[in-house]
């Protein structure tokens, strides 16, 4: 969906004209209160805040309160609840974000241009903000008739005297830009699985990134067959639309480093002949987010011109239970020559995702990191919204951390616990793809560390896992700048780890 274009500008709110203003609300004690801005002048702010104490509010995190006929101010005020006690700081950047997401959010189809007065006494403030009301704008209309009939918020303006701070003007362009990939990764993942398969994905990112500094590869069966990716051919064997390995390639001159990204993208997942109850398949479209995500990063990364090198390989394949599909007990040669007892169908993720890291290793990047709607298991222990990542290195897993946390996407360290892997031992092949239920995160994580190739010195590649399977997609969980669907988990933090590491 189109994107509203973000500006920032040094005025009083009542010289910016829009169909909306957002204010920020702190809490005082038990009731809430606008959170000063020099653009709000004070009349305004007094009303407001006699408002809020008339009503009853208090500020808290999501909460959302409406107003209408504000001294000196035309259209609709929207005042958003921040959960802080008193002004925020640069250590809420998160915060801010969540406040101006969940207003606009709020705001979705009923205003076309919107106004956002935060406080501003940093840039980080103030980027902050940006993203916060850019992300919450997105809607996904495109199977709704007449776009649903609402409006296309088309313009967010940010309020600060900082308008013309280098930092400022220099963090929302790049918050457009992540805003703008983040919100094709949502559509990719909202699209219904008729119209997404292996080979209409491939097509999509053909065509995202015509005409960019990113080369895009696509194999085929037979390309597949030849690298010997056994899972993806195992995998998309019960479906009439073969898969797909789209791999693309960034590489600009005097790169300060190489990353390589996988991405899982089973695009319908039904568990194949081990077939999951109807409940379980209503959101199995969303099992290619994480092929959305390492795509939408790329196109973030190479738009923004940053130094690093990347190689990015989206495992596409669709899960179903056609004549020839893969039976349990079957085994599959992998690219790195293993060969792999298939027990349950539907752990068909870690299968294709196998193939994409044994080829990306091949590369002998600096950093490898796979991102996966992966286990059941992430969700039971984290919640619908904290992904986990997982790793051969816990430097390197403390600094992806450290990537989404300023970010602001939750993001959990586990440890890779080797004492799991007792449960894939087979007595015909290498390795089964599956063990015990208990741990059952961590032992996927180490069925892929299998396919983890090693440096020129024979040491492992550094490698971290991230499991999406909680925040990817939202059915019934809403908050900041979150809505229900597709989420674009993962974007931001893969687009922040590039701009560390450049």
């Known amino acids: 969906m189109p994107v509203p274009t973000l500006t920032v500008v040094d005025r009083p709110v009542a010289k910016s004209k829009s169909d909306a203003l957002v204010v920020l609300a702190v809490q005082d004690g038990d009731n809430a209160q606008v959170a000063a801005t020099p653009a709000l002048a004070p009349e305004a702010r007094e009303h407001i805040d006699a408002n809020l104490l008339a009503l009853s509010a208090t500020g808290a995190v999501d909460e959302i309160t409406r107003l209408a006929g504000v001294p000196g101010i035309d259209g609709a005020v929207v005042v958003t609840g921040s959960g802080l006690a008193g002004a925020p700081s640069d250590d809420d950047a998160e915060a801010l974000r969540r406040a101006a997401g969940a ?3 709020a705001l979705s189809g009923k205003v076309a241009t919107v106004t956002v007065a935060f406080p501003s006494s940093s840039a980080a403030q103030v980027v902050a903000t940006a993203e916060g009301a850019l992300f919450g704008s997105y809607t996904f209309t495109s199977y709704k008739s007449n776009g649903g009939a609402t409006k296309q918020l088309s313009k967010i303006t940010v309020l600060t005297s900082l308008a013309k701070d280098k930092d400022v003007k220099s963090g929302v362009q790049q918050a457009q830009v992540v805003g703008t990939h983040r919100a094709w990764a949502q559509d990719l993942v909202n699209t219904p699985p008729l119209d997404l398969y292996p080979e209409s994905f491939a097509a999509s990112v053909k065509e995202h990134f015509a005409g960019t500094k990113v080369k895009v590869k696509v194999l085929d069966e037979k390309a597949l067959a030849k690298e010997s990716c056994g899972g993806l051919i195992g995998v998309g064997r019960g479906s009439a639309r073969p898969p797909r390995m789209v791999v693309l390639s960034y590489e600009p001159a005097r790169a300060k480093s190489h990353l390589a990204f996988v991405g899982k993208g089973i695009t319908f997942d ?8 109807a409940d379980g398949m209503v959101t199995m479209k969303c099992d290619m987010a994480g092929a959305a995500a ?82 059941g ?47 894939m031992k087979s007595l015909v092949a290498d390795t089964k793809h599956t063990g015990a239920r208990q741990g059952g995160m961590i032992v996927a994580s180490l069925f892929l560390q299998d396919f983890v190739g090693d440096d020129a010195d024979g040491a492992q590649l550094p490698w971290a896992h991230l499991d999406i399977a909680g925040p990817a997609y939202s059915t019934d969980d809403a ?23 450049g």
């Open 103 to 105: 207003a606009v959010r």
């Open 270 to 277: 039904s568990g194949g002949l081990c077939i999951k109850p």
């Open 294 to 375: 390492v795509a939408a990063a790329t196109a973030a990364i190479a738009e923004l011109g940053l130094p690093v090198a990347v190689t990015t390989y989206l495992c596409l394949a669709e899960n179903l239970t056609g004549s020839d599909a893969q039976r349990p007990g079957d085994v599959v040669t992998m690219p790195n020559g293993r060969t792999v007892e298939i027990i349950n169908t539907d752990a068909e993720g870690r299968l294709v995702m196998a193939d994409g890291l044994a080829l990306a290793s091949r590369q002998e990047p600096d950093l490898l990191i796979d991102v996966a709607t992966l286990t």
């Open 377 to 423: 298991a992430a969700v039971l222990s984290l919640g619908t919204r904290t992904a986990a990542v997982l790793g051969n290195d816990d430097a390197l897993r403390d600094e992806v951390v450290a990537a989404a946390g300023a970010a602001g996407e939750d993001l959990w360290p586990i440890p890779l616990l080797q004492h799991l892997r007792s449960g």
């Open 479 to 501: 908050y900041g700048y979150v809505g229900k669907g597709a989420s674009g988990y993962g974007v931001r933090t893969l687009v922040q780890l590039a701009r560390s590491r």
